[in-house]
């Protein structure tokens, strides 16, 4: 792609299956609606120019195995990543403060770590990654939405290091396995929280201050 790029279209490479490998051009700050769809990526590289990655933009690569996001990034649409069926690997960048609605629904993520500033998760963002054993959800978030993980149904951990957030209905659905940690120090805990047991985090030795 031509370097005077700045943004790269909606629905530009859908369905193109043949195309496996992607270098985006730096000077693009933008990746459309539907830009990737159904394409047949395994290798994409996105520059660290890009602050906005669109709705359902990489959806549905199922060849797509890993990604790093730069830290430019503040915005991934709903469904971005959603059905990445071999995605097994990603990095949220700083920037970001929203994980939005079924952002990562469907991809085979095993570990997520979520990073400080994010303040909600929404409906169905990690929906039915069933490769999901854990994630750690930092102190800013205070909302997690409904059905955010829902079907993960190999989650065994996940650990909270703030406050318990408002949690929507069915967040956890489907996730039998599921035990919730939280820091020694924080508040808004029980016995139980969105009906899966909660623990003091193993790794907790000192109230937050």
Same mark, same amino acid.
């Given at each position: ?22 270098? %985006? $051009?730096?000077? @693009? !700050?933008? *990746? +459309?609606?539907? #830009? &990737? =769809?159904? /394409? ?5 590289? %996105? $520059?660290?120019? @890009? !602050?906005? *990655? +669109?709705?359902? #933009? &990489? =959806?549905? /690569? ?16 709903? #469904? ?130």
């Amino acid at each position: 792609m031509p370097r005077s790029i700045s943004r790269l279209e909606d629905e530009v490479f859908r369905r193109c299956h043949r195309v496996n490998a992607v270098a %985006i $051009p730096n000077r @693009v !700050t933008t *990746i +459309g609606d539907r #830009a &990737f =769809s159904e /394409c047949g990526l395994a290798h994409v590289v %996105i $520059p660290n120019t @890009v !602050t906005n *990655i +669109g709705v359902n #933009a &990489f =959806s549905s /690569c199922t060849n797509l195995t890993n990604i790093t996001i730069p830290d430019s990034v503040a915005t991934i649409g709903i #469904a971005a990543f959603a059905n990445c069926t071999h995605l097994t690997s990603v990095r949220i960048p700083r920037g970001v403060t929203i994980i939005r609605g079924g952002a990562f629904a469907g991809a085979e993520l095993t570990h997520v770590t979520i990073p400080n500033g994010v303040t909600a998760i929404q409906d169905g963002a990690f929906e039915s990654c069933t490769s999901l054993v854990s994630a750690v959800i930092p102190n800013s978030v205070t909302n997690v939405g409904y059905e955010a993980f829902s079907g993960c149904t190999n989650l065994g951990a996940l650990y909270f290091e703030g406050n318990a957030p408002k949690l929507m209905a069915g967040a956890f659905l489907g996730a039998s396995n599921l035990t919730v940690y939280h820091l020694l120090g924080t508040v808004g805990w029980g016995s139980t929280f969105g009906g899966r047991p909660t623990r003091l985090d193993p790794h907790s030795s000192t109230p937050l201050n």
